[in-house]
């Protein structure tokens, strides 16, 4: 390969100093002095390397970029759509989310779903969905790898990874405050501080807070200003030492804690017949009998990772880390109020209440990973390890009754329902990679992963608010699962001019079985759910095998950035989930086949020193491929467009695409500045999503779906040209787009709906 794609000193300095998320330098995404793009240096391979070099689809968000996407309060969200084949949702808001990457994901609800995408945050997969909540803040930068990267990333990769790198401590005193306030009163603060103590010790200490009032009233309940509201804090602290030449160490610490609201669910706000919201939809306003809504966050946790150099040419790498949370969040699930067996109920109809809450009182994750590479051998390089996971985790489930209040039940007073599951999972895996320069102009790479995992599940049933449906007390009743899979990849570079290469890329992922405890509102329905204890159930091991062509190119004399990725493949056993339906389960399913293909670009030009361009597009087709696949359509009010299945009240789902897979997913940003005086600018920064239809559910209905999202965001502001100072007026979702993003299908029409329109003005001083 030549220099163009090579690791040079330049950009060894700039993984060091990172392009840092609320400390960036405009210009840093831009020019370098030679007047080219400057290089962008990923670890998408557990080692530094040129984005360039890299044979995957792969797309960094980092600098200015993350700086305004993550802005006004936004939690992890805020990357869907703005990344090629990459989708965010939420049915629990800020503390759960659920990515999608070329479509593949997992809309269950329940806190211990397992899902394809893994999201590695300094160096640890995070594979609780709590836990993959934690908030975005002193980031160096996001890598968003897509398609399967099992054989060198913890655990459940079948569909890509996202890979998040906090700020590090330097060898240089630096630190920046960033405050911002706005609409709904709401206050976005961010800062950190850091450099060394002594000649072999640096520190950093990183805070966010954020805040917003309650804006939506409860009508029904006469209570103004009721719910959306939040607050929450996070902290970062990490210790770097270099007791010698040979040896690293990075000891991080971080916390979080959220009090807000849980997701507010709007009853009947679906169009009947053609989807969409209701005419005169109010997002402000909600009718519901239920207003204890309360959602609770605590989290904290501890990495160490190790580093001592063998010797010249050799790296021993060992990272340990400890992850614990409990959490507790409590809604109005019909999302109004009444029932039709009652007097009055609305807005529309409510077959009956639902007012329910879960509960994490605990959950502890331990992860372990030794691993030894070599450094720059030459024709040949390569890394070999193991790693360890151990979770173990407890969740309580509620059900409530406002409209008929109770008195003690085996779980506490005021619940009509309540249920248990605990589960203890244990994996490990042994892994290898190496890269073989067959030529100067040719790369062969290899990698492969055995993993072994465990899981063991104990549910139980105290009482149920459904007992006159023969849902009794269910005694604790245990499942497990234990299964080995091999995942592995090879892939070949090759350079065909100066500035582009072209590679080719296969490779085989897998997600380790399931288990599905969902027992509180479960009995036993026979047909396709029949087997296991009622509310429990099991999806076998999904396996997926992914082929991968792209090009990967500087243009336009080097200040311009094109990468094109096209992709197929073939998915064996895929885990699904049957959520809610009429059936009100939560059951565990696995597909026979599953197919897709796509296209993914990325672009960044420079097109002059003051205007900076990026623009990203993704084509996905997904297909479900088995024929007797059945499940249970929604509970009331919808159009089903699938065929009857063989079971009374089933639908048949071949042939569906999956769940949140739009087709097209489009984004861009664009940066213009022109000098203010003789150290500064005034500059513009806007941005823009669009993701195409989605369906909410594995079956097809005229109402749960939605056909188009687009959001925009503008900053406009002045900078200093040294980087200490900005100051900036900003609106996210400038277009007041209002879409709904998901439903619930077990009672009536009930959906949520996208973030409103917010501006405010910012402030960060660096120094």
């Not at 993984?15 to 998408?44: C, H, K, R, Y």
């Not at 990772?305 to 050799?314: P, V």
């Given at each position: 390969?030549?220099?163009?794609?090579?690791?040079?000193?330049?950009?060894?300095?700039?993984?060091?100093?990172?392009?840092?998320?609320?400390?960036?330098?405009?210009?840093?995404?831009?020019?370098?002095?030679?007047?080219?793009?400057?290089?962008?240096?990923?670890?998408?391979?557990?080692?530094?390397?040129?984005?360039?070099?890299?044979?995957?689809?792969?797309?960094?968000?980092?600098?200015?970029?993350l700086d305004v996407a993550s802005s006004a309060g936004?939690?992890?969200?805020?990357?869907?759509?703005?990344?090629?084949?990459?989708?965010?949702?939420?049915?629990?808001?800020?503390?759960?989310?659920?990515?999608?990457?070329?479509?593949?994901?997992?809309?269950?609800?329940?806190?211990?779903?397992?899902?394809?995408?893994?999201?590695?945050?300094?160096?640890?997969?995070?594979?609780?969905?709590?836990?993959?909540?934690?908030?975005v803040f002193d980031v160096d930068r996001i890598e968003v790898l897509r398609g399967p990267q099992g054989t060198l990333f913890g655990r459940n990769t079948p569909a890509g990874i996202i890979k998040f790198e906090s700020r590090k401590p330097g060898d240089e005193f630096d630190g920046y405050a960033s405050l911002s306030a706005g609409k709904y009163n709401n206050v976005d603060f961010e800062g950190a501080v850091g450099g060394p103590m002594s000649d072999t010790v640096s520190v950093r200490a990183s805070v966010m807070w954020q805040r917003r009032d309650d804006y939506v009233d409860n009508v029904h309940a006469n209570i103004a200003d009721a719910l959306e509201g939040y607050d929450e804090k996070a902290a970062r602290f990490q210790v770097a030492i270099t007791p010698n030449e040979r040896t690293r160490i990075n000891l991080n610490m971080h916390a979080r804690e959220l009090d807000g609201t849980a997701r507010v669910f709007r009853a009947n706000i679906i169009k009947a017949g053609g989807g969409g919201l209701i005419?005169?939809?109010?997002?402000?306003?909600?009718?519901?009998?239920?207003?204890?809504?309360?959602?609770?966050?605590?989290?904290?946790?501890?990495?160490?990772?190790?580093?001592?150099?063998?010797?010249?040419?050799?790296?021993?790498?060992?990272?340990?880390?400890?992850?614990?949370?409990?959490?507790?969040?409590?809604?109005?699930?019909?999302?109004?109020?009444?029932?039709?067996f009652l007097p009055s109920f609305g807005p529309g109809p409510i077959a009956f209440s639902a007012e329910s809450a879960d509960a994490i009182p605990h959950l502890d994750q331990f992860t372990v990973e030794a691993r030894i590479a070599s450094n720059d051998l030459g024709t040949v390089d390569y890394q070999f390890g193991a790693f360890y996971f151990k979770e173990d985790m407890r969740i309580e489930s509620y059900s409530y009754d406002t409209l008929f209040p109770v008195g003690a039940v085996p779980c506490g007073s005021g619940q009509n329902g309540c249920g248990w599951q605990e589960q203890d999972t244990k994996a490990y895996a042994f892994f290898g990679s190496a890269d073989v320069e067959v030529s100067d102009a040719t790369t062969l790479e290899a990698g492969i992963r055995v993993s072994n995992d465990k899981k063991n599940m104990t549910a139980a049933r105290q009482a149920s608010n459904l007992a006159f449906l023969g849902i009794v007390p269910l005694a604790p009743t245990s499942v497990s699962t234990d299964d080995s899979e091999v995942a592995w990849n090879i892939s070949l570079t090759s350079e065909i001019s100066e500035d582009s290469n072209v590679y080719t890329r296969i490779a085989r992922g897998f997600r380790a079985p399931s288990i599905q405890g969902r027992v509180l509102f479960a009995f036993d329905l026979g047909g396709p759910y029949e087997g296991l204890p009622p509310g429990l159930s099991v999806a076998d091991t999904e396996t997926i095998t992914s082929y991968e062509v792209g090009m990967k190119s500087n243009i336009a004399d080097g200040k311009g950035r094109l990468n094109l990725a096209a992709y197929y493949f073939n998915m064996n056993d895929q885990q699904l989930t049957a959520v809610g339906g009429s059936f009100n389960v939560n059951t565990l399913l696995n597909a026979d086949k599953t197919t897709g293909y796509g296209l993914e670009m990325d672009l960044e030009y420079a097109a002059s020193e003051n205007l900076f361009v990026t623009a990203g597009m993704s084509y996905n087709y997904t297909k479900i491929k088995d024929d007797t696949l059945a499940i249970a359509p929604c509970g009331g009010g919808c159009t089903v467009l699938d065929p009857a299945g063989p079971v009374a009240g089933t639908v048949l789902i071949g042939g569906n695409s999956l769940p949140h897979a739009p087709r097209w997913i489009a984004n861009m940003t664009a940066r213009y500045s022109v000098p203010y005086g003789d150290s500064g600018e005034v500059f513009m920064f806007t941005d823009w999503a669009y993701r195409s239809k989605i369906n909410f559910f594995l079956y097809e209905s005229a109402e749960f779906q939605d056909g188009g999202l687009l959001e925009g965001g503008l900053r406009i502001g002045y900078a200093r040209n040294d980087g200490t100072m900005e100051v900036a007026g900003f609106v996210r979702n400038i277009l007041g787009d209002t879409s709904l993003t998901g439903g619930i299908d077990f009672n009536n029409l009930t959906g949520f709906v996208n973030e409103p329109r917010v501006w405010g003005v910012e402030l960060t001083r660096r120094f």
């Open positions: 390969m030549t220099s163009r794609f090579l690791l040079g000193a330049s950009a060894i300095a700039l993984l060091a100093g990172g392009l840092t998320n609320g400390t960036a330098n405009a210009q840093d995404t831009m020019l370098d002095e030679s007047g080219m793009l400057e290089e962008v240096i990923v670890t998408a391979q557990k080692r530094a390397q040129n984005i360039q070099d890299v044979p995957v689809s792969i797309t960094n968000v980092s600098g200015e970029r936004m939690d992890i969200r805020f990357l869907s759509a703005r990344v090629p084949s990459l989708m965010v949702e939420s049915s629990f808001g800020r503390t759960f989310p659920r990515f999608y990457i070329r479509g593949l994901g997992n809309t269950d609800f329940d806190l211990n779903a397992s899902q394809p995408v893994s999201l590695v945050y300094d160096d640890v997969v995070l594979e609780n969905p709590i836990l993959k909540g934690f908030p005419d005169g939809f109010d997002r402000k306003k909600v009718w519901h009998d239920a207003t204890n809504n309360v959602q609770e966050v605590s989290a904290k946790g501890a990495v160490g990772k190790f580093e001592y150099d063998l010797s010249d040419t050799h790296t021993a790498t060992l990272i340990a880390s400890y992850e614990n949370v409990n959490m507790f969040s409590r809604g109005d699930i019909d999302g109004g109020y009444g029932a039709s």
